[in-house]
């Protein structure tokens, strides 16, 4: 859905009074967006709050009806650039993409970023942007959109083309859920200038989008938003709520912080309540908002007063969000991972390195990141084998005896039990002396046969297998010094003659 959030100049704002156009109230222009914001939560039937003057503390009941209704991530996304924080160098004040949008020049994207980052949200305020200069924006999901869908949309935005010179936009939330053929469905059209594609995933798009379609777009990457960002997301989304947050360092009397002369109550927070929400989502504003929505009608549902709280005199018409409300709301950290992504990759790849450089905190670190984010046991026991003979090697060979228990034991006893067994290898791994002797002498003779020109070189007679008299006439074997009849080491060649004097294990190739 297009919707349009206004955009007023920060220095004219401060001369001039404006009307709200939802509940027709007066005020100064520069109260417009935070005013905006919480009247439009309130519609239908509720009343905005006063124009002028700080926020009031807003009753339990106001506070339910914001909160009720769609998820509180979909009520607080930002209309503009102004509100939308934590990506700076992908969309701040200087960056290429911020002044293609301001050109009204946006070239085809893919957003591509972890989960709660801001792809939707910044496709909405491009969205915003365009309604405002005529261009068409039209949202697709491809979790349920079909091959039919694109090209009506596309048969649509040629005819806005030819008959209107009307550009389109074309979003494409979750772009990795359509397979190959669906995606080149866009190809021609993105090339000739029909629509301009927008699309998002979570999924790397080196592996998931079509190189043809990748090579047309350009790739905006969105990183997980900091603590900081977090925090910010969510103190938009307690003021507009008129919720107020109380300083865990100042136990002044929380009527100082506003009053209600209703008879309902007043909804605080803590101020810890708010950061341990913040890391607690690791990076993602929609399991944030949700968390403080979910934390908030949880403790209005039970109506907790202040004067519950042990050692506290609080007045009873105050309803208190804890700390330990946010935790119980959310159970365990909100860890990011997923099995069949590139974080999947990541983490292995961040374990295997961490053991080759023997730090076992870190090797232990990247272990439980991946089995609390439920990964195969098995898979990381697969890894531990290859590791055992890839960087120990002969340097410890009892290292892949460690490597290969450790996978039976997954195998028989499974999670989470098996947990200390890959536990203990790890840190073996990590600890033992590195040796990859064996793998590179291999990865010299796979590269002596990939390069060596023409047909390869024969068995040497000598060395060959005569099971028959026939291959016993054509000197199948002849020659060979079977070296336990001989006391002293044996003079013979075991390479064939092209290769006589190489030796794989001094880097030397073929």
Not at 65 to 89: C, T
Not at 300 to 308: D, T
Not at 372 to 390: K, N
Request: aromatic fraction near 6%; charged fraction near 20%; proline fraction near 7%.
């Amino acid at each position: 859905m297009e919707v349009s959030g206004p955009e007023d100049d920060p220095f004219l704002a401060q001369l001039h009074r404006v009307q709200c156009p939802v509940c027709q109230q007066t005020m100064p222009a520069a109260h417009i967006h935070s005013h905006l914001d919480r009247c439009l939560l309130l519609q239908p039937g509720g009343q905005a709050e006063p124009a002028a003057g700080p926020p009031r503390a807003s009753g339990a009941a106001e506070v339910r009806q914001m909160l009720e209704g769609k998820p509180l991530a979909d009520k607080m996304r930002p209309d503009s650039l102004q509100d939308y924080v934590g990506q700076g160098r992908a969309v701040g004040p200087e960056t290429l993409l911020r002044s293609l949008l301001e050109a009204n020049e946006l070239p085809s994207l893919i957003l591509w970023g972890p989960p709660g980052c801001g792809k939707t949200t910044l496709a909405h305020i491009i969205a915003n942007h365009s309604k405002k200069h005529s261009i068409r924006f039209v949202t697709l999901s491809a979790t349920n959109a079909k091959t039919t869908d694109v090209r009506d949309v596309i048969k649509q935005a040629q005819n806005e083309k030819s008959f209107f010179k009307r550009k389109t936009i074309l979003f494409i939330d979750e772009i990795h859920r359509f397979n190959k053929s669906q995606q080149d469905t866009f190809l021609p059209h993105v090339e000739c200038g029909t629509i301009t594609l927008i699309g998002a995933t979570t999924e790397n798009p080196s592996f998931q989008v079509n190189a043809a379609l990748l090579s047309r777009c350009r790739v905006i990457v969105l990183e997980k938003l900091p603590v900081e960002a977090v925090v910010a997301v969510l103190m938009r989304a307690i003021n507009t709520l008129g919720i107020h947050v109380l300083d865990s360092s100042r136990p002044a009397d929380p009527l100082s912080h506003g009053s209600n002369s209703s008879s309902e109550p007043s909804v605080f927070i803590e101020d810890r309540a708010v950061d341990t929400l913040a890391h607690l989502s690791d990076g993602d504003a929609r399991t944030g908002l949700n968390g403080l929505q979910l934390a908030v009608l949880a403790r209005l549902s039970a109506r907790k007063a202040f004067g519950k709280k042990s050692g506290q005199t609080y007045s009873p018409s105050r309803v208190l969000v804890t700390e330990g409300d946010v935790k119980e709301g959310l159970q365990r950290s909100h860890i990011l991972y997923d099995r069949a992504g590139d974080e999947h990759y990541n983490c292995i790849s961040a374990l295997h390195k961490s053991m080759r450089g023997s730090d076992q905190s870190a090797s232990l670190y990247w272990l439980g990141r991946m089995l609390e984010g439920g990964e195969d046991p098995l898979y990381v026991a697969r890894r531990l084998v290859r590791f055992a003979s890839e960087d120990v090697g002969l340097a410890d060979p009892s290292a892949l005896t460690q490597a290969v228990a450790a996978y039976q034991g997954c195998h028989f006893i499974g999670m989470p039990e098996c947990e200390v067994l890959l536990a203990q290898c790890v840190v073996y791994l990590a600890r033992a002396p590195k040796s990859i002797e064996v793998f590179s002498a291999y990865n010299n003779v796979k590269a002596c046969l990939r390069g060596h020109p023409g047909p390869l070189p024969p068995v040497p007679l000598h060395l060959r297998n005569a099971p028959t008299r026939l291959m016993k006439d054509l000197g199948y074997g002849q020659g060979y010094k079977y070296n336990p009849a001989y006391s002293e080491p044996v003079d013979q060649e075991y390479l064939p003659e092209q290769l006589r004097g190489v030796d794989f294990f001094k880097q030397r190739r073929c």
